[in-house]
């Protein structure tokens, strides 16, 4: 079965009342065993949770939205330095999250950010071009997996 039907399957499988998790895992395993980045960001999602295995993730895969989730988990640990190491390493990346993070951290001046309503501007830019990614669809053009600007 190839990568991408693969993934489709398992998210039909975690989104129906009759995924399991012994299924999806099946589902998952070839792609689990090969890191692959969003098979391990979607099993993560769906049942694990922990800040462990986010982080594991994170550095095996270099997966933007790995990286971004890691970060979000930190930022909300109130660990300001590390969370935007690596939403800058995201933002790297194309990873739309981060860069809507990094805009309005710009735009307001919070966190660890100075105010600088130019960069803001064109992380916003960035973001408005990038390819978006959520655990169920994979990259589309619809959705922001923690959208804070509106």
């Known amino acids: ?17 009759t995924g399991t ?14 890191c692959d980045a969003e098979a ?17 993730i994170a550095d095996i895969t270099k997966f933007p939205a790995a990286i971004s989730n ?14 935007f190491i690596l939403y800058r390493q995201a933002a790297e990346q194309e990873d739309v999250h981060a860069l809507y993070v990094l805009a309005s951290a710009h735009r307001y001046g919070i966190d660890e950010c100075t105010k600088d309503v130019d960069l803001a501007m064109w992380y916003e830019n960035r973001a408005d071009k ?8 994979g990259y589309n053009s619809t959705y922001i997996m923690n959208d804070f600007i509106q």
């Open 1 to 17: 079965m190839h990568h991408t039907e693969r993934l489709k399957r398992a998210r039909k499988i975690a989104g129906g009342s």
């Open 21 to 34: 998790k012994r299924r999806y895992k099946k589902m998952l395993k070839p792609l689990l065993a090969s």
């Open 40 to 56: 391990c960001l979607l099993w993560w999602e769906r049942y694990d949770g922990s800040e462990k295995e986010a982080k594991r």
């Open 70 to 83: 890691l970060a979000e988990i930190y930022y909300q640990q109130n660990r300001l330095t590390e969370a």
């Open 130 to 137: 990038a390819p978006r990614w959520d655990v169920w669809h």
